[in-house]
């Protein structure tokens, strides 16, 4: 091969090259092969500049990975060279110049002077309590929290904490931070925002760890419940995207900012020649994204200053930029297009609910990948995605689900069985996706119809605050009118249960929510087990199967739980007799908890 023989692009560019292109159809030689950058007039977004590597073969002109080559490069324009008009220069790495602070300045400036999408802000609940970061009886080495007069403008922190270490305020500690917290004593990402804050023009700054007093139940349940308002009236909110706790601080990036480069000639759009420099792209994973709280925080935030691995970056509901360099594609975890579509979404009032409702299956898709230090977060971390969600379209937000898409929505499954459902603490009701510890989804095809007959009787839950009715739940039950089927199932090691009704073999497939019924012989009668379908949706397109929710009666009859999801008969021809099955069985209301 050529980049074995001493090719400088190949040797740069094979290893990415080679998996993905066949090459058999060319041949690789010098007079063969022709290497440009391409300049694309439309980006990721609109105004947003990019380009990409091409190379061609002469002889047939044909393009050799323009798309699969694209992802592993990027391209930069050097310091002010005359393509530098259009190709952005390479990252500023230095997050504590100058420079660097300008940015952030520049991009606030305009953002409040230019951008009406990102000033529509509502008349919500302000912080109880924020930082003082420029009291006139100290200097700048000491914090103060304080209660603010009026509503003067202020930065939001959005971090990982990394372990509940070093200060934090409860009622033992109150008084001490009122009185003055010198710089030195707080964790460094907290010191960094501090200089970030300062830097921008803003003398306050909202942190949960300072701003919250832990130890108050009735303190601590308000404020979670305003958290929505606080991230989206925040002047700017610091992302301190690299650091994967308090202690680490944000300001150093962990990647050098340039690897190994090529300089290729450019032809910009004017005519004119120029120079850029092009190298492997270095994909980065910002720890802040695998952190649950975060993504409400980033959502509901008008602006985000996020200081990344490598670079640093200004988003707002109106453009994104980057301090040099390229702007990434996944942001806060979500792609551009997604994170700005729900933002957009939550603040127009007019948008329609169906399509609110597929946003908030695709976040909560999303969420679950995350991690959380404590499982009793799982419904709190994202109430106030929930709450802002609810105040532009106003339905009933029940345990993780939206009482106006109830009945497609309780068709949730984890991506794996086998996590164990908690016993120690009470999370939500059996039917919510919060009971479970994991990653949800659903699958439910656009072919599947609600069955006609099957109604929510009702459905409610039981804050464990009043004060915070979108957070921590302790209880909720679920009462639905349907034709349900009952009797004793055969469950094999391939997810699939069997019962003998009426003379005729049914088999299904079965989704476990845990590991509980998995396993269990399917030719020991001893080991068959009593289980309750319900099936909600229809496929008409898919062998007319249904699809619906696994239930097991509890010690109090009558009452039930789920344990999975069901799709079924899987034979076509059983689909008729099962379907008398269920009507000779009648309606019944069944309670689920």
Request: aromatic share 10%.
């Amino acid at each position: 091969m050529a980049y074995k023989a001493g090719c400088v692009l190949l040797q740069l560019f094979g290893p990415h090259l080679l998996p993905a292109l066949d090459f058999s159809a060319v041949k690789l030689s010098d007079k063969s092969v022709q290497v440009s950058v391409e300049y694309m007039s439309t980006g990721l977004l609109s105004k947003e500049p990019s380009c990409s590597l091409i190379i061609t073969s002469k002889p047939s002109k044909t393009k050799l990975g323009e798309d699969s080559f694209f992802n592993p490069t990027e391209t930069f324009a050097p310091q002010g060279s005359l393509a530098s008009k259009w190709i952005p220069t390479a990252p500023n790495s230095d997050f504590c110049s100058k420079p660097s602070l300008e940015f952030v300045q520049r991009c606030l400036s305009d953002c409040l002077e230019n951008h009406a999408r990102c000033n529509q802000t509502a008349n919500s609940r302000y912080p109880s309590r924020l930082l003082d970061l420029d009291s006139p009886s100290s200097g700048q080495d000491t914090v103060f929290l304080t209660t603010p007069k009026g509503r003067p403008p202020f930065a939001a922190l959005s971090y990982c904490w990394g372990g509940d270490i070093g200060f934090k305020t409860k009622e033992s500690t109150i008084a001490k931070a009122q009185a003055g917290l010198s710089l030195a004593e707080l964790p460094q990402t907290i010191q960094d925002a501090v200089f970030v804050c300062r830097g921008a023009g803003l003398h306050y700054l909202w942190v949960d760890r300072l701003c919250i007093v832990h130890d108050r139940e009735l303190d601590f349940a308000a404020e979670m419940n305003r958290m929505g308002d606080i991230y989206s009236q925040a002047r700017i909110t610091i992302v301190a995207g690299n650091s994967a706790t308090s202690e680490e601080g944000f300001l150093n990036p962990q990647l050098p900012h340039m690897p190994r480069s090529l300089q290729l000639p450019f032809n910009c759009p004017t005519g004119e020649g120029s120079k850029v420099v092009i190298s492997p792209r270095q994909q980065e994973i910002e720890v802040v994204n695998s952190r649950g709280w975060t993504l409400q925080e980033s959502l509901l935030s008008q602006r985000l200053v996020f200081y990344g691995s490598r670079q640093l970056e200004w988003t707002c509901r109106t453009v994104s930029k980057a301090d040099g360099g390229h702007p990434s594609p996944y942001l806060v975890g979500l792609s551009r297009h997604e994170s700005a579509h729900f933002s957009n979404s939550i603040w127009d009032a007019g948008e329609k609910h169906d399509l609110v409702w597929r946003m908030w299956i695709q976040l909560v898709k999303h969420y679950t990948q995350r991690n959380l230090s404590h499982l009793s977060d799982r419904l709190i971390a994202i109430s106030a995605l929930a709450k802002k969600a609810n105040e532009a379209f106003q339905d009933k937000y029940l345990a993780g689900l939206w009482r106006g898409d109830l009945l497609r929505q309780l068709q949730w499954r984890p991506q794996r069985p086998w996590i164990v459902q908690p016993d120690e603490i009470y999370i939500a009701p059996s039917w919510s996706w919060a009971s479970l510890e994991g990653e949800i989804d659903w699958y439910v095809p656009k072919s599947s119809e609600i069955e006609g007959e099957i109604k929510i009787i009702s459905c409610k839950v039981v804050p464990v605050s009043p004060v915070a009715p979108y957070g921590a739940l302790s209880g909720g039950d679920l009462i639905i009118r349907g034709r349900a089927i009952s009797g004793h199932f055969g469950l094999d090691n391939n997810w699939s249960m069997r019962t003998m009704m009426f003379g005729t073999l049914f088999e299904f497939k079965f989704y476990p929510d845990t590991d509980e019924f998995l396993f269990k012989g399917l030719d020991d009668v001893n080991k068959a087990i009593c289980f309750t379908l319900l099936p909600i949706s229809k496929d008409e397109n898919w062998n007319r199967t249904y699809r619906g929710l696994v239930l097991q009666e509890n010690q109090d009859k009558e009452i039930y739980r789920r344990i999975g999801v069901f799709i079924g008969p899987l034979w076509k021809d059983d689909e008729t007799v099962f379907r008398d099955i269920l009507y000779l069985r009648g309606l019944n209301d069944i309670t689920i908890v």
